[in-house]
């Protein structure tokens, strides 16, 4: 029995000794799952960035301005980190006509892009700290931010835009952001009149049939171009023509040195320059036929410094376009034969003086038979400020028929008419038939068949709807046929003649506001 | 033996429950880094093409658009009888109106409005007259044209003699924008010059900045 025993507990050791021999082993061979009196540390972690491009990469054409010019001294801008070029625009924001206004610079600048960009404004120019900034057009909706000095924003489209620090016009920067230059003009084409970058002075430039003036991104020509009786003409490039080494046209021994001046010419081609500062009007054309104008910027500061300003022309059409202008800046006019079929489609318009959107007063300068301005259309026009006259104006001061005209999408951002000098002419609409210092005959003429549809106007002084004006001559001499459709003031959709503030006389018919 | 084999079974026990014991209080070994990758998406680096521009400290006239001096020709010697006369002509353009042509200054022009323009200048007393002189404003703005016209004069106003026939003649700003057409010596009150064609305008439209009439 003793025996017995002894071998039970062996057997009992054996036992334990082989599950002491299992959980040895399996501590060591599993440190994994093994019993552990402390938990295993954390695993430092390291965390690397990669950064990893997504889309295409933005282009940017920067251009160095002329080694003559002096960059502005109120701003400095970058674009994706990229130092840009500032001028110091010439403009007059005075309100009232004079031979010798007061003149002032703002800043403005120019590149081309594509894809998307950031746009960075040091504002060093204003007495006040930035707190605010907008950029127009409004309808872009582009946000910036306004931080120790700085304005930033985000551009994704080409285009033209002003931007205004502190809810002011004072010092607002105009950034003409062109689109990429394409099909650049081979330099050795002997029909080809290539500008280099630099600043060069040409007193005049006259173009013949079929020739190309291509002023380069960074050049200046200080001179003008004019065509007459020439076809197919081409300006075209990133250049500016700038007129700032003349004395105004009025002062004495002067003339107009108009930097393109159109007469008798067609097929027109007019490309992505910049006219800047001309002593008299800026972009001039006279009885020519077929225009296509695009991305053109303007901007005048002196007397008489009309933006675009067609006389008895055909054809012609103007878009993707900017006028800063001291003096009507869209303008169409008879002085000869009759004018017919004038767009302006997206432009921009800022006008320190006279009037946005015209037609007159001169209607028969020339004093034709059956003188007529028809099918002229504005369309998709952001008139940024209008200080001065009327912002839609038909002013037919001669004795032609004024028929077929279209306002369309109007946005008025700043309708501010009535400073200076402007008296009662102080209209967001004027439609008048009535004798003038302009006038060249002794009857009066007509107007039909009128539309101003989609017209939303943001800000007006103190709020107030602004007066607008329909008036015919007599009789015979009548405002015939105007629709105004969908007009929005302050917010407020204008319902009739009595919201719009419009006195309507009595030579007028079927005058209708809804 | 069974003495042995307990003892043995024993010390095999003691080592596992030294060994377990060991595994078990041991310090475990601090693990290794762990490293995470973090994507961060980011607009790619824009491609920027910057344009310079050449050492300047002035404007200068490009290469190419070099010109000589313009030179004019002289005018002739004694008085200009058309200076501020009365002057007549048919239909005129714009603001360029007919007393233009005379008043002394060769910034301000006269255009016609339709061919043949007729500008018909009152000498206001007959003369001898033998040179015409045409001009246009002299600036290079005026680019080269040609102009077509007859000279004619007139003792009594209606009646008009031919002098010069129809010609085309060049205008050049090189050449002083002018020209000068002499002519047999007549007996004149009236000269009258009768445009038919003029390459600067578009169908229609004599230019002239100054009509002289000399002895």
Same mark, same amino acid.
């Given at each position: 029995?003793?025996? /017995?025993?002894?071998?039970?507990?062996?057997?009992?050791?054996?036992?334990?000794?082989? $599950?002491?021999?299992?959980?040895?082993?399996?501590?060591?061979?599993?440190?994994?799952?093994?019993?552990?009196? /402390?938990?295993?540390?954390?695993?430092?972690?390291?965390?690397?960035?990669?950064?990893?491009?997504?889309?295409?990469?933005?282009?940017?054409?920067?251009?160095?301005?002329?080694?003559?010019?002096?960059?502005?001294? #109120?701003?400095?801008?970058?674009?994706?980190?990229?130092?840009?070029?500032?001028? &110091?625009?010439?403009?007059?924001?005075?309100?009232?006509?004079?031979?010798?206004?007061?003149?002032?610079?703002?800043?403005?600048?120019?590149?081309?892009?594509?894809?998307?960009?950031?746009?960075?404004?040091?504002?060093?120019?204003? $007495? #006040?700290?930035?707190?605010?900034?907008?950029?127009?057009?409004?309808?872009?909706?582009?946000?910036?931010? $306004?931080?120790?000095? =700085?304005?930033?924003?985000?551009?994704?489209?080409?285009?033209?835009?002003?931007?205004?620090?502190?809810?002011?016009?004072?010092?607002?920067? =105009?950034?003409?952001?062109?689109?990429?230059?394409? &099909?650049?003009?081979?330099?050795?084409?002997?029909?080809?009149?290539?500008?280099?970058?630099? #600043?060069?002075?040409?007193?005049?430039?006259?173009?013949?049939?079929?020739?190309?003036?291509?002023?380069?991104?960074?050049?200046?020509?200080?001179?003008?171009?004019?065509?007459?009786?020439?076809?197919?003409?081409?300006?075209?490039?990133? @250049?500016?023509? &700038?007129?700032?080494?003349?004395?105004?046209?009025?002062?004495? @021994?002067?003339?107009?040195?108009?930097?393109?001046?159109?007469?008798?010419?067609?097929?027109?081609?007019?490309? @992505?320059?910049?006219?800047?500062?001309?002593?008299?009007? +800026?972009?001039?054309?006279?009885?020519?036929?077929?225009?296509?104008?695009?991305?053109?910027?303007?901007?005048?500061?002196?007397?008489?410094?009309? @933006?675009?300003?067609?006389?008895? +022309?055909?054809?012609?059409?103007?878009? &993707?376009?900017?006028?800063?202008?001291?003096?009507?800046?869209?303008?169409?006019?008879?002085?000869?034969?009759?004018?017919?079929?004038?767009?302006? #489609?997206?432009?921009?318009?800022?006008?320190?003086?006279?009037?946005?959107?015209?037609?007159?007063?001169?209607?028969?300068?020339?004093?034709?038979?059956?003188?007529?301005?028809?099918?002229?259309?504005?369309?998709?026009?952001?008139?940024?400020?209008?200080? =001065?006259?009327?912002?839609?104006?038909? =002013?037919?001061?001669?004795?032609?028929?004024?028929?077929?005209?279209?306002?369309?999408?109007?946005?008025?951002?700043? $309708?501010?008419?009535?400073?200076?000098?402007?008296?009662? /002419?102080?209209?967001?609409?004027?439609?008048?038939?009535?004798?003038?210092?302009?006038?060249?005959?002794?009857?009066?003429?007509?107007?039909?068949?009128?539309?101003?549809?989609?017209?939303?106007?943001?800000?007006?002084?103190?709020?107030?709807?602004?007066?607008?004006?329909?008036?015919?001559?007599?009789?015979?001499?009548?405002?015939?046929?105007?629709?105004?459709?969908?007009?929005?003031?302050?917010?407020?959709?204008?319902?009739?003649?009595?919201?719009?503030?419009?006195?309507?006389?009595?030579?007028?018919?079927?005058?209708?506001?809804? | 033996?069974?003495?042995?084999?307990?003892?043995?079974?024993?010390?095999?026990?003691?080592?596992?429950?030294?060994?377990?014991?060991?595994?078990?209080?041991?310090?475990?070994?601090?693990?290794?880094?762990?490293?995470?990758?973090?994507?961060?998406?980011?607009?790619?680096?824009?491609?920027?093409? *910057?344009?310079?521009?050449?050492?300047?400290?002035?404007?200068?006239?490009?290469?190419?658009?070099?010109?000589?001096?313009?030179?004019?020709?002289?005018?002739?010697?004694?008085?200009?009888?058309?200076?501020?006369?009365?002057?007549?002509?048919?239909?005129?353009?714009?603001?360029?109106?007919?007393?233009?042509?005379?008043?002394?200054?060769?910034?301000?022009?006269?255009?016609?409005?339709?061919?043949?323009?007729?500008?018909?200048?009152?000498?206001?007393?007959?003369?001898?007259?033998?040179?015409?002189?045409?001009?246009?404003?002299?600036?290079?703005?005026?680019?080269? *044209?040609?102009?077509?016209?007859?000279?004619?004069?007139?003792?009594?106003?209606?009646?008009?003699?031919?002098?010069?026939?129809?010609?085309?003649?060049?205008?050049?700003?090189?050449?002083?924008?002018?020209?000068?057409?002499?002519?047999?010596?007549?007996?004149?009150?009236?000269?009258?010059?009768?445009?038919?064609?003029?390459?600067?305008?578009?169908?229609?439209?004599?230019?002239?900045?100054?009509?002289?009439?000399?002895?």
């Amino acid at each position: 029995m003793k025996q /017995n025993n002894g071998i039970s507990q062996l057997i009992i050791l054996g036992i334990l000794a082989i $599950a002491f021999i299992g959980f040895t082993v399996f501590q060591l061979l599993a440190p994994d799952k093994a019993i552990k009196a /402390n938990a295993a540390p954390t695993p430092q972690v390291i965390e690397k960035t990669v950064d990893v491009p997504q889309g295409s990469p933005a282009k940017l054409t920067l251009y160095d301005a002329p080694k003559t010019v002096t960059p502005s001294a #109120d701003a400095t801008l970058t674009v994706e980190g990229q130092p840009v070029f500032v001028y &110091d625009a010439v403009v007059n924001n005075t309100h009232a006509f004079s031979k010798t206004p007061k003149l002032s610079s703002t800043p403005m600048a120019y590149f081309d892009f594509e894809g998307e960009v950031t746009v960075d404004i040091l504002m060093t120019g204003l $007495a #006040d700290p930035i707190t605010s900034a907008v950029i127009s057009p409004i309808s872009a909706g582009i946000q910036a931010e $306004a931080k120790d000095g =700085h304005v930033r924003f985000i551009l994704s489209k080409p285009g033209q835009y002003t931007v205004q620090f502190n809810g002011s016009p004072n010092k607002a920067m =105009h950034i003409f952001a062109n689109p990429l230059e394409k &099909d650049i003009p081979d330099k050795n084409d002997p029909n080809v009149i290539f500008i280099e970058p630099g #600043d060069w002075e040409i007193e005049s430039l006259v173009l013949k049939d079929n020739q190309t003036l291509y002023l380069s991104g960074g050049s200046i020509l200080r001179g003008s171009v004019v065509s007459d009786n020439v076809k197919n003409v081409t300006i075209r490039g990133r @250049g500016m023509i &700038d007129g700032s080494l003349h004395e105004s046209w009025v002062s004495a @021994g002067e003339y107009a040195r108009v930097p393109i001046d159109f007469r008798n010419s067609r097929n027109i081609k007019v490309e @992505g320059i910049i006219i800047n500062n001309s002593n008299a009007w +800026c972009f001039n054309s006279f009885q020519s036929d077929g225009a296509e104008i695009s991305n053109v910027k303007i901007i005048s500061a002196r007397p008489n410094g009309d @933006g675009f300003t067609f006389q008895s +022309c055909l054809n012609y059409t103007v878009k &993707d376009s900017f006028v800063r202008s001291w003096d009507d800046s869209l303008v169409v006019k008879n002085y000869g034969m009759n004018s017919d079929k004038i767009t302006f #489609d997206n432009v921009q318009v800022w006008t320190d003086l006279a009037q946005s959107c015209e037609i007159g007063y001169e209607t028969n300068k020339g004093q034709k038979s059956n003188s007529m301005i028809t099918n002229v259309t504005f369309k998709n026009i952001t008139v940024l400020y209008n200080f =001065h006259k009327p912002v839609l104006s038909i =002013h037919n001061s001669d004795d032609a028929l004024v028929q077929n005209v279209t306002y369309s999408n109007i946005v008025v951002e700043n $309708a501010l008419m009535g400073r200076g000098d402007a008296g009662d /002419n102080n209209q967001l609409i004027d439609f008048n038939i009535a004798a003038s210092g302009w006038s060249s005959t002794a009857n009066r003429g007509k107007i039909k068949d009128v539309v101003i549809e989609n017209l939303t106007v943001l800000k007006t002084d103190s709020d107030v709807t602004p007066p607008s004006r329909i008036y015919g001559y007599d009789e015979e001499h009548m405002v015939e046929n105007v629709a105004i459709k969908n007009v929005v003031i302050n917010g407020k959709k204008i319902t009739g003649n009595k919201d719009l503030n419009a006195k309507i006389n009595s030579y007028t018919a079927n005058i209708t506001v809804e | 033996m069974k003495k042995t084999i307990f003892y043995i079974l024993i010390a095999i026990i003691v080592i596992c429950i030294a060994v377990s014991l060991y595994t078990i209080f041991q310090a475990p070994a601090t693990p290794e880094p762990v490293t995470v990758t973090v994507t961060n998406t980011t607009e790619p680096a824009p491609e920027v093409t *910057r344009v310079a521009t050449p050492d300047q400290t002035k404007a200068q006239i490009p290469a190419g658009f070099e010109k000589d001096e313009p030179v004019a020709p002289a005018l002739p010697s004694g008085e200009n009888l058309a200076l501020n006369k009365p002057v007549d002509s048919g239909l005129h353009t714009d603001v360029y109106v007919p007393k233009n042509v005379n008043d002394g200054k060769d910034l301000t022009y006269w255009e016609g409005g339709d061919f043949p323009n007729t500008m018909k200048i009152d000498l206001a007393g007959t003369y001898k007259v033998k040179t015409a002189v045409v001009m246009l404003n002299p600036a290079a703005i005026w680019g080269p *044209r040609t102009q077509t016209f007859e000279i004619q004069v007139s003792t009594d106003g209606t009646n008009f003699t031919t002098v010069v026939p129809s010609t085309q003649y060049q205008f050049d700003p090189q050449t002083g924008n002018m020209v000068i057409v002499d002519f047999a010596a007549t007996d004149a009150a009236f000269v009258q010059f009768v445009f038919t064609q003029n390459s600067g305008t578009f169908e229609k439209g004599a230019q002239a900045a100054e009509i002289c009439i000399y002895e």
